[in-house]
């Protein structure tokens, strides 16, 4: 069952490159790993999911290491509106059972 | 066009009452989620549909029961509800079952803040 690791928080300004990361120690062969962004009173939304190496999209970066046991996600030049909590999900298939497992999750504020 | 609608909104109960959460997608995916957020904030499964089939069907008290009429529509049943039940409920969907193909994230509702009094 693949568990993920992130810092509590983080404080940034605006302007600023933040990387998030995420730690993935059990992940499995078959896993991707996803990261969803959530604002108070709204579900999560998903940002960007990769297997390896490095994925970017519009909104962000996702760097993954040759060994997958963690990732970062790298946001180019935050704003006010980029505050919110930052989770790191890993999918896991166990034999015919599907878990579903979110981290903690990060909340990142920027600051003005 | 909202993808997954959930309703209601806001849900405020007494313990012991029944009461129900329903959600609707509309992207066309084969699979349906429930979620509870709890106060610490921690997003726990709850129940996943394939094609209106339980997938997924965590630790969960059986007062809480999932249903699907098709695979558009997963809908929450809660029995005699209690305190501990307060949380907010996310609905979410995807194309395939999660971690079974590339391009299948989960699509969230906005939830449904369930309030036991």
């Known amino acids: 069952l693949a568990k993920t690791t992130q810092p509590i928080s983080m404080d940034s300004y605006e302007g600023q490159e933040v990387n998030i990361t995420c730690s993935h120690n059990?992940?499995?062969?078959?896993?991707?790993i996803t990261w969803y962004q959530q604002f108070p009173s709204q579900g999560p939304r998903f940002i960007i999911q990769?297997?390896?190496t490095k994925v970017t999209n519009e909104v962000a970066s996702l760097f993954i290491p040759a060994d997958r046991k963690s990732s970062t996600l790298s946001l180019p030049r935050v704003s006010l509106s980029d505050t919110a909590v930052y989770y790191c999900?890993?999918?896991?298939?166990?034999?015919?059972?599907?878990?579903?497992?979110f981290g903690k999750g990060m909340k990142l504020t920027v600051n003005p | 066009d909202t993808a997954v609608s959930q309703t209601p909104k806001y849900l405020v109960t007494q313990m012991g009452n029944d009461k129900s959460i329903k959600c609707e997608q509309n992207?066309?995916?084969?699979?349906m989620y429930w979620y509870k957020q709890d106060s610490k904030k921690f997003l726990k499964i709850m129940f996943s549909?394939?094609?209106?089939?339980?997938?997924i069907n965590e630790t969960v008290p059986n007062r809480f029961s999932p249903k699907s009429p098709d695979k558009a529509h997963l809908n929450l049943h809660i029995n005699s509800l209690e305190l501990g039940d307060s949380a907010v409920y996310f609905c979410a969907s995807s194309q395939d079952r999660w971690g079974s193909s590339y391009n299948s994230p989960l699509h969230f509702g906005n939830g449904t803040r369930l309030t036991v009094t």
């Open positions: 992207l066309g995916h084969d699979t």
């Open positions: 549909y394939n094609n209106k089939e339980l997938i």
């Open positions: 990769g297997y390896k």
């Open positions: 999900l890993v999918g896991a298939y166990e034999g015919g059972s599907e878990k579903l497992v």
């Open positions: 059990n992940i499995a062969t078959n896993d991707y």
